[in-house]
């Protein structure tokens, strides 16, 4: 079987390369290797398999319908993953043009190209962030109509949805969206939470605390939802969609306490204002996920704070130019 990764370089896309190659199945990644952040930590991210007979890398940006379409012409692709995406949220909010084309228009391309290709079945990644801003105690796939996204970011992700659920009446084509809840863990962008704080930690910068660090995400551990997309891999479906959460809403300040202890080292922690389009509370109810997948969460958050720590240490060193002109505008705003 032939499964096409996209975004297959990434944080979350080179977890589930991992996990589609690790079970014998071939790969094809694409990745755009865009600037968002630094190419060579995507290529180290695939390093281990590029001399695997299975694994096939190409360059490509799923913007590119022609150049995608021959990638599909030349390889018998049974399934796609599609993970490429413009992420962050505050990024987003800067420049909602270049969201709109890479998270819907990329989506829309690789959608009817498998359509046309007639793959057996496609997983799209979507975000919790399409819930918007809620009081829920828990968010549920089943019971609340995510119709308020406060991001540009989360509008993309809700128009994939549309696309998909359209694809899949009218194209015939299984697909299953899935709305993965605050990844983290090794290989995590340096523009995430867990990363920037634990980069910060270690060059002696204060840590900006958003709020009073109250909120709660609910976190999940990056291997967890590499096995949640091979889960729906693996379940063709007509249209559905599933959180894939952690199903426990963690407070900023205990995750912080956690990289600390892991760093061994404490953080200087400076109160700003909260960001607009930033959800302060996220907990999925993964109740349809285990019943119609048989997926659920393996790893605390206590152990996978350590696990991402243990490989953050291993970096040659954390991003400190690119901190240092993030510090400068969060501090002296």
Sequence with gaps: MAVLVTGGAGFIGSHVVDAVLARGDEVVCIDNLNS???????????QPH????????????VCERHKMGELFDAFKIDKVVHLAARAGVRASIESPHVYTEANVEGTVNMLELAKTHAVKNFVFASSSSAYGPRIDPVFSEATIHAD?????????????????HMYSNLGNIPVT??????????RGRPDMMPYKTAALISLGYDVPIYGDGSTKRDWTYVEDVARGVLSALDNPRPYDMFNIGNSHAVELKRLIDLIENHLGKKANRVFV???SGEPQFTH??????????????????????????????????????????????????
């Design 36 to 46: 968002y952040y630094d190419p060579l930590q995507k290529i180290r991210n695939i």
């Design 50 to 61: 590029l001399d695997n007979p299975k694994f096939s890398f190409f360059c490509r940006d």
């Design 148 to 164: 308020c996204p406060a991001s540009p970011y989360a509008v993309s992700k809700k128009s994939g949805e549309h696309f998909c």
């Design 177 to 186: 969206a899935l709305r993965f809840f605050s990844v983290y863990g090794p």
């Design 273 to 275: 204002p909260v960001q």
């Design 284 to 333: 999925a109810d993964i109740s349809k996920a285990k019943t119609h997948l048989g997926w659920e969460p393996k790893t605390s958050i206590e152990e996978g704070i350590a696990k991402f720590i243990e490989w953050f240490k291993l970096q040659r060193r954390p991003p400190q130019k690119a901190l240092e002109l993030d510090y400068q505008t969060w501090r002296f705003k």
